[in-house]
């Protein structure tokens, strides 16, 4: 069965200490993975799309890899500002409906000044 | 420009009735998709439309659950004779043609009383 694990379920930082998020995922064939963060109250709001192993994007502090059954939300010198609900989803490259994603159930990550 | 906007933000109702959420995609976007988050749960996958094809609605629960989309643009999704398992926050999606990213509405919180 297709599906995306995230770990862990929370993470609580101090302003300024790096850490990882973690995204593993067991598919018969990946076409994409993606990351969004959600806020409280709003819908998932995009942040990056890895298609291939090796691969690395980054915006800000933020920098997601992708090997071939996981990838990592890295975070460097968190603010506040980045306390929300970091989602994993992958889409199928065949099998199943190939319109959707599958979503992991997401890291609420706090971040304290 | 403006993003995906959902209607209503909220909606209460009693179990029983029938509801319609609407949803209003980024303009020019042929894909358009519902998912469903629960409380505690990743968001789950409903229907998928593409285009003038054929819905994929190998998502929706039930046959209570339907969803259609009038013009390649605006789509509603409706649930009748709602049960108190259908209270979630109901989001909808579009990408443009030949693009992976997903974008998101704000989404619509559904208690069912």
């Known amino acids: 069965e297709d599906q995306v694990t995230q770990s862990p379920e929370a993470l609580r930082l101090q302003e300024g200490e790096s850490s990882s998020l973690n995204c593993s995922y067991t598919v018969s064939g990946l076409r994409g993975l993606f990351w969004y963060r959600q806020d409280p109250g709003k819908g998932p709001e995009f942040l990056f799309t890895l298609y291939s192993a090796g691969e690395e994007k980054e915006k800000e502090r933020l920098k997601a890899t992708l090997t071939k059954k996981e990838s990592f939300l890295h975070i460097t010198a968190p603010k506040p500002e980045d306390s929300a609900t970091y989602l994993c989803?992958?889409?199928?490259?065949?099998?199943?409906?190939?319109?959707?994603?599958?979503f992991g159930k997401g890291t609420k990550l706090s971040v304290k000044p | 420009g403006a993003g995906v906007s959902q209607s209503p933000s909220n909606k209460v109702t009693e179990k029983g009735k029938d509801v319609e959420l609407r949803c209003d995609p980024i303009s020019g976007h042929t894909a358009l998709y519902w998912y469903r988050q629960s409380l505690g749960q990743g968001l789950e996958f409903l229907i998928y439309?593409?285009?003038?094809?054929?819905?994929?609605k190998s998502g929706l629960p039930s046959d209570r659950f339907s969803a259609e989309r009038t013009g390649g643009s605006v789509s509603t999704l409706t649930i009748q004779r709602t049960q108190q398992e259908d209270s979630a926050v109901y989001l909808c999606?579009?990408?443009?043609?030949?693009?992976?990213?997903?974008?998101f509405g704000p989404g619509t919180r559904l208690l069912v009383l």
């Open positions: 439309f593409q285009g003038n094809s054929a819905p994929d």
């Open positions: 999606a579009s990408s443009p043609s030949g693009q992976e990213t997903q974008y």
């Open positions: 989803a992958v889409r199928l490259l065949y099998g199943g409906s190939q319109g959707n994603l599958i």
